[in-house]
């Protein structure tokens, strides 16, 4: 496989999947930083164990020194988010609604995805969504080489063809087939309790789903007489 | 390893036979597994609170008490307490009551619960999630801390009214409480438990048995680093399975299905399926369901990755029958149990 296009990633959330992700981009060969709220010395040790290799810093570096910032905060803390830090920077949107973690969120039903409720704080943020649809445990245990009959594929979206070429060979490298989903709003293709997102699919089926949901989606915005 | 059972009461509609137990039969069903469980020597009963239409228990306290009056040598405790939406303070009182009924057994498993109906019942704000329970879980060890030391308690904070100059009666047995801090797997929980130096258990729900791996890892070295003693403190695993002569796997299948069923519909989750059952009940996988050898190598496998100190099972998931879950029970302490002795040492001793 060619050569990352990003160097490094700069991941917000040291929690189950920041940490996943963590490992999972320090095997695929990327420098990765990892960042909690406050001092990086409070979550020294669980990076040290959870994502070796890994180098806890603030989040104010975590955004500054990296080629992608991950997102994995719990969505009820999307606030707390710097938008100038994030402004022009790439970004990969991991997050999800649960209800049972991130409590009510009024502001949800004025989005089309989560994504898209984060986008609208980080207005200037150029930003993708994608390794939502997959567990955080699934992510090292599904990982295939390029090429391996059983690779499983994720999906990606942004508005921003940079950005949503350098997710696409991000997701690659972790070891899943990327798939173009499209404009960010094909986003809610993917978020809990879709097809996709409580499937396991490969390229193909993957991709036939996004266009049933497109398709879907289509025939709601159309008049029916 | 102690090893033990716990459950939260399910009262499910039994999925296969559609047979369906009311809440007063599943009491006494409960109370005959915890003499059971005694009787063949294993180590720990659990009952876990739930605030839900399928589960009997959503107040463990008096039921534990009741098996602590059946019951000589099985410790006894809340497989998981949600400590969220309870006063510490009364939350301690009744497992020092507790305590000193059972002579020493009894145990306090504090969690922030995996369901969130007790938030509304009890007037809790989600949005509070993370703050309630770090406050909580806070002067719950402080109020043990100062029964340790006897001593009185000064403590004021958000969600309840400040506490000047109070002693707590009555104390626990010796004076200590043994408190366990249940979690899902955030790494902040572990760190967390490890920092506080308590006793950890690790809900280990299904995918595979190295899942937590690195998690035991994390808080014996937070624990050092904090200060404790790790060797002194206990890891946990909490699991689902059923132990059968013979078809165990088979039987259990319906009944893990039809929670997981309700769990997936209910969270947007992927839904459970014949293949992702075979792929936890293999020999790697977080389902403990098989014959006593197949569980004891199963328990031995997590022990390889975790160095874990307890092994805890809910066999009556979504109802099974009575009669299975006993001869389980049976099966855990006579056999499954045996096996494991002969290859890791038995309980420590030290309490936290």
Redesign the interface.
């Known amino acids: 496989m060619s050569d990352p296009t990003a160097t490094t990633i700069g991941i917000l959330g040291a929690g189950k999947v920041g940490t996943g992700v963590a490992r999972q981009a320090i095997k695929a060969g990327y420098r990765v930083l990892i960042a909690a709220s406050g001092d990086p010395k409070k979550i020294d040790l669980i990076v040290s164990v959870m994502a070796p290799g890994a180098i806890a810093v603030s989040a104010q570096d975590a955004m500054e020194l990296s080629d992608l910032v991950v997102l994995s905060v719990p969505l009820h803390k999307f606030r707390t988010l710097d938008p100038a830090a994030l402004a022009g920077k790439h970004v990969l949107d991991t997050m999800n609604y649960w209800r049972d973690t991130n409590g009510d969120m009024p502001e949800l039903a004025e989005a089309r995805s989560s994504s898209e409720m984060v986008l609208a704080h980080l207005p200037q943020a150029r930003l993708a969504k994608s390794l939502n649809h997959i567990g955080y445990h699934e992510l090292e245990l599904d990982a295939r080489e390029a090429g391996a009959a059983d690779r499983r594929a994720l999906a990606v979206a942004s508005d921003d063809a940079e950005t949503r070429a350098l997710v696409l060979d991000f997701v690659e490298h972790l070891g899943f087939d990327a798939v173009d989903a499209g404009p960010l709003a094909q986003g809610a293709a993917f978020e809990p309790d879709t097809p996709i997102f409580t499937g396991s699919y490969n390229e193909a089926r993957l991709q036939g789903e996004l266009l049933a949901h497109a398709a879907a989606a289509q025939a709601e915005l159309s008049p029916t007489h | 390893m102690e090893l033990g059972v716990y459950s939260f009461g399910d009262v499910h509609q039994d999925p296969v036979t559609g047979a369906q137990v009311s809440p007063q039969q599943r009491m006494a069903d409960l109370l005959e597994r915890a003499r059971l469980a005694d009787d063949v020597g294993l180590d720990y009963f659990g009952l876990g609170e739930h605030h839900r239409p399928e589960y009997a228990i959503s107040a463990p306290i008096p039921m534990l008490a009741a098996a602590a009056a059946q019951t000589k040598n099985i410790k006894v405790g809340s497989a998981v307490t949600v400590l969220s939406t309870e006063d510490p303070v009364r939350v301690y009182q009744q497992f020092a009551t507790l305590d000193l009924l059972s002579g020493g057994r009894a145990e306090l498993t504090a969690g922030r619960g995996?369901?969130?109906e007790s938030y509304p019942l009890f007037g809790a704000?989600?949005?509070d999630?993370e703050e309630l329970y770090e406050e909580k879980i806070g002067l719950l060890l402080a109020l043990n801390e100062s029964g340790r030391k006897e001593e009185s308690i000064t403590w004021s904070g958000k969600f309840r009214p400040a506490l000047e100059d109070a002693t707590i009666y009555p104390r626990p047995v010796n004076n200590n409480l043994d408190i366990w801090i249940a979690t899902g797997?955030?790494?902040?929980s572990?760190?967390r438990a490890a920092a506080l130096g308590t006793n950890v258990i690790y809900a280990l729900l299904g995918?595979?048995v190295s899942?937590f791996a690195?998690?035991a890892?994390?808080f014996r070295?937070?624990a050092e680093?904090a200060g404790h003693d790790a060797t002194a403190l206990k890891v946990g695993v909490s699991a689902v399975g059923l132990v059968g002569k013979d078809n165990a796997t088979e039987t259990f299948y319906p009944y893990w299905r039809r929670v997981m069923d309700d769990i997936?519909r209910e969270?947007?989750?992927?839904?459970p399926n014949r293949i992702s059952y075979n792929m936890q009940t293999a020999p790697a996988g977080a389902i403990y369901a098989g014959t006593p050898e197949q569980v004891a190598e199963k328990i031995l496998l997590t022990h390889q990755h975790m160095g874990h100190d307890r092994h805890i099972l809910e066999m009556d998931f979504a109802s099974v029958p009575q009669k299975d879950v006993l001869k389980s029970i049976e099966l855990f302490g006579t056999e499954v149990k045996p096996l494991i002795d002969a290859e890791l040492p038995t309980t420590k001793k030290v309490n936290a």
């Open positions: 995996s369901f969130i704000d989600l949005n999630y797997g955030t790494p902040s572990t760190a995918g595979a899942n690195r998690h890892q994390l070295a937070g680093q997936a969270r947007g989750f992927t839904p």
